[in-house]
């Protein structure tokens, strides 16, 4: 890669990526991503060899189609095997969630909606990122009363929540795989301007081969399992190398 890693300070770390600054370049930074894999707000953890390299892959691979579309994004380039430069970004403590199709935790919140349900357009929902309290879910008033962001930032991130989702799902179709649902995060960078920021990667959305949801590729096979084996740990790992790897297929 063209630019030269100098890690600075630490400036944040989460439960499977560290967060740096750039010396060079206040406005950039670096983040580094672990081998963690987690569910249930944490509660469940383990070590994925590899899936530090598989996640910055795939952010890396996916932020690219998304700079090619036009979108607003903190990505700038890949810088190794684990790490990215980014433009440094203030995170919203919210995730943004869209969905095409009904099932998981939409179902528990809306017991009278049938699985596999089809969503036109993407309906897109927003959680609070406080595992203490399970990520509830929040609405526009929430975010105003936090302070986090106007009326009209809103309304331009839910339209740029449909606009990713829709590029994604476009590109996974061209490998005949099916987006289900999304989850990204924004972010401000240092001039306070809102972009899609923090990784897409394999535990951030729901890929079903042909529609397929018992072939799912995604972090939900690492949820569903009852006893964590070295054995069922390596199908977790052997789903999110290829999912890297069909990352670096896709196209719109």
Known sequence: MSENK??????????TKQIYANPGDETLAYMVNKDAITAGDGERRNELVGKSRWSTVTTANVFRLLNEAGLATHFVQQIDDTTLLVRRCTMLPVEQVQRRIATGSYLKRNPGINEGTRFEPVLVETFLKDDARHDPQIWEQDIINMGQATAEEIEWMAEQGRRVFEVLERA???????????????????????????????????????????????????????????????????????VADLTGKLHV
């Open 6 to 15: 100098a890690l600075g300070a630490l400036l944040a770390e989460g439960k």
């Open 172 to 242: 996974w179709a061209s490998v005949d795989v099916t987006l289900v649902d999304l989850k990204i995060e924004f972010g401000r960078d240092q001039a306070g301007k809102l972009m899609v920021a923090d990784v897409i990667d394999n535990d951030s959305w729901r890929l079903w081969p042909g529609g397929d949801k018992t072939r799912m590729l995604d972090k939900q096979v690492y949820r569903n399992l009852k006893n964590v084996t070295a054995e069922e740990l390596q199908g977790v790992a052997d789903r999110y190398a290829l």
